[in-house]
């Protein structure tokens, strides 16, 4: 499989992480060629500030593989990762990570801040970014546009 296909994985988790209402972001692990690790964001339906979808497939992944260290392994994102998320990536000794839309308001891995490139930390991932960017962000920009309609409409019956 190529980057692509590996991203197209991630989007579809997107996809359904949007359709629970949740903020549609997804990511997989990659070892080898093979998905072992899938997450999609669910902070909402686990009343859990740290179930960002990196997070989960970084923990789907270790069960997978039966170690925390997840050496030689490629991590797919469809949204560039927070700092919660960024150091976890780094804990778990992921070689390369791949994202596709950047994040400017929380985004730690180029647009606000960097920490894959800290040279205090003593592990550093290699970070590609742009992956199918333009439809990484139409997932988000849709979702919003869609909450956003809702919130109106929802205030409008409230007036009548």
């Not at 190529?2 to 996809?15: G, K, P």
């Not at 970084?58 to 919660?84: F, K, S, W």
Request: proline fraction near 2%; charged fraction near 20%; hydrophobic fraction near 45%.
């Amino acid at each position: 499989m190529t980057d692509q296909a590996f991203m197209q994985a991630a989007l579809v988790l997107a996809a359904e992480a949007a359709r629970a209402g949740e903020v549609p972001v997804g990511a997989v692990v990659v070892k080898d060629g093979i998905i072992i690790g899938r997450g999609s964001n669910a902070p909402i339906a686990h009343h859990d500030p740290s179930a960002h979808a990196e997070i989960r497939a970084l923990r789907d992944a270790a069960q997978a593989i039966g170690n925390y260290r997840l050496v030689g392994c490629t991590l797919y994102v469809t949204l560039e990762p927070c700092a919660m998320c960024a150091g976890a990536i780094q804990h778990a000794r992921i070689e390369r990570l791949v994202f596709g839309a950047r994040d400017y308001k929380t985004g730690a891995c180029g647009s606000v801040i960097n920490l894959m490139a800290e040279d205090k930390l003593n592990h550093h991932t290699a970070v590609e970014s742009g992956l199918m960017e333009e439809e990484c962000g139409a997932t988000l920009t849709q979702f919003f546009s869609e909450r956003r309609q809702l919130l109106k409409q929802a205030k409008q019956e409230k007036q009548q």
